[in-house]
């Protein structure tokens, strides 16, 4: 079949192999290297082969699929499960749990094992990867629930950001909710996607977290989603966000390197699309 190609003609075969939702970029340079993969005919060995609209792709001995517009869902992710397509010691996985009827997908960004709430899902690699980027500017909202009495004076560091391991953190979010016995509910706001990021925030200001559920993505909020259901995300609300992310994005871009002195009241708050999401993307 003919693929899709960047523009000035052509792309790389993983890329291409992803955008046909066939798998992630990394799982298609695995595929590559299983020597499941030829192009004209001739088996490939190097995921950076650049290729174009009139190469043949197989996989498996059969053509790509017709590339299917850019979709979304919303996941409510329970406890126990691995944000991973197989897992070597054998743990349930995200992808097992799915309802029947859902076409092959990709998660944007992970939830760990012991993590629960939103996670975004998709059938398209470049889609995942925009929306994963930390220049996208989309605040991820987290109800966390820590052992001990954290004060203000405590999380300060965490809202200025930290060094971990020689690893720096962006500044996060942090309001405390309320304690509860032993334990603090408090509402943490990140930018990035660290792996573990909160978790080794907070026992870096000596907390420990025993609960921790993603609430927000950006606009899309959890809401009322019942652990393990999905739902899909309308195209005409994902085309809304993804064009004021786009926005954002070139008005970022074109910014004067010097600007005026900030106010002195001037603090990181969320973007207008980190706020309340439209019913249809809850």
Do not use: C
């Not at 573990?196 to 927000?216: M, Q």
């Amino acid at each position: 079949m003919v693929t899709e190609a960047d523009e000035g003609g052509g792309a790389r075969i993983a890329k291409v192999l992803a955008r046909a939702g066939l798998a992630s970029r990394r799982q298609a340079e695995v595929m590559i290297a299983e020597g499941r993969v030829k192009v004209n005919g001739k088996l490939i060995e190097s995921p950076a082969l650049n290729v174009g609209p009139h190469d043949r792709i197989t996989v498996d001995g059969k053509p790509l699929p017709a590339p299917e517009p850019a979709r979304l869902w919303l996941y409510h992710k329970p406890l126990g499960l691995v944000t991973s397509t197989r897992d070597d010691e054998g743990r349930p996985t995200v992808f097992e749990a799915l309802p029947e009827g859902m076409p092959r997908v990709v998660s944007v960004g992970r939830l760990d094992l012991n993590s629960e709430g939103l996670l975004l899902l998709t059938n398209d690699g470049a889609l995942k990867r925009r929306l994963e980027l930390p220049s996208t500017g989309w605040l991820r909202k987290y109800r966390v629930r820590v052992n001990g009495a954290p004060s203000e004076e405590m999380l300060a560091p965490l809202r200025a950001g930290v060094v971990i391991e020689g690893e720096r953190f962006l500044p996060m979010i942090v309001s405390i909710d309320r304690q509860q016995g032993a334990n603090a509910w408090l509402t943490i706001g990140i930018r990035e996607g660290r792996n573990r990021e909160i978790r080794r925030a907070l026992a870096h200001v000596g907390l420990s977290v025993n609960r921790l559920i993603r609430v927000s993505y950006g606009p899309f909020q959890l809401g009322t989603l019942a652990k393990g259901a999905v739902e899909e995300v309308k195209p005409r609300v994902l085309r809304e966000q993804l064009g004021e992310a786009q926005g954002a994005e070139t008005a970022r871009a074109a910014r004067p390197a010097r600007k005026a002195a900030p106010r002195s009241d001037r603090r990181p708050v969320a973007r207008k699309t980190g706020g309340k999401a439209p019913k249809s993307a809850r």
